[in-house]
């Protein structure tokens, strides 16, 4: 099957600092991207969606000038939360579409200190 | 508005016994129902899906169909083995085009024991 891969797959930072969670398809080609939040015992959260070439489209309630999503290809789209606080530590999972399925990334987990 | 209703977990089952977990939805429309899979340290797999009412998706030994009348989707498997150990999600696909997306389920946590 199609395979998507994040990168890092763990991260710790301190508090205030930016990170960048990378989201690629690795043998396919995305148009369409999704990037969740998964809180401990919590269904997934979608944030955004993403379209290569285009804005991404964020859901109600999450900040964009906070979390900032890139899609400049078809195999990538980056995730980059700025200014991290610890109320941003979650486990962020990405998810590519070809046709009418999705195929998703093992997940990055955020620490911020 | 549209959502999903799992089984709290966790599931403890032993090798061989019969599995059942529940998923009922609310929704507008006519969606389609998925099961999708985390083993641990993985990533989400579907592991498989229907798209109209009384179809049945199968994987695995695993099976679910589509019930309108109940608006259900409930995963079951004959003979559950330790490597089914994982997290199960119920999800629904609503929408068309780019604005399609799934809403989740909260996720079911199985343990098998051998």
């Known amino acids: 099957g199609a395979v998507v891969s994040q990168h890092p797959s763990w991260v710790i930072c301190k508090s205030g600092t930016s990170v960048k969670i990378e989201c690629r398809s690795l043998?396919?080609?995305?148009?369409?991207m999704f990037w969740y939040r998964q809180f401990p015992k919590q269904s997934l959260m979608l944030m955004a969606t993403?379209?290569?070439?285009?804005?991404?489209?964020?859901e109600q309630g999450v900040e964009k000038d906070k979390f900032l999503i890139n899609h400049a290809s078809l195999t990538l789209s980056t995730l980059t939360v700025t200014s991290a606080h610890p109320e941003d530590s979650s486990f962020y999972i990405c998810?590519?579409?070809?046709?009418?399925?999705?195929?998703f990334g093992p997940g990055t987990r955020l620490t911020v200190l | 508005g549209n959502s999903v209703t799992q089984m709290e977990g966790p599931v403890t089952l032993s090798e061989e016994a019969f599995l059942t977990i529940n998923c009922t939805y609310t929704?507008?429309?006519?969606?389609?129902l998925f099961w999708y899979v985390q083993y641990p340290g993985e990533g989400l797999q579907l592991l498989l899906k229907?798209?109209?009412a009384d179809d049945k998706g199968s994987n695995k030994g695993f099976e679910a169909t589509y019930r309108k009348e109940t608006t259900s989707f409930h995963l079951e498997k004959g003979s559950v083995q330790v490597s089914d150990s994982a997290v199960y999600f119920c999800?629904?696909?609503?929408?068309?085009?780019?604005?399609?997306?799934?809403?989740w389920g909260l996720g079911t946590s199985l343990a098998v024991n051998p």
């Open positions: 998810s590519a579409r070809i046709y009418n399925e999705q195929f």
């Open positions: 043998d396919f080609q995305a148009t369409t």
């Open positions: 993403s379209n290569e070439g285009s804005k991404a489209t964020y």
């Open positions: 929704a507008t429309g006519y969606p389609s």
């Open positions: 229907a798209t109209k």
């Open positions: 999800a629904l696909l609503l929408g068309a085009g780019n604005n399609r997306k799934l809403i």
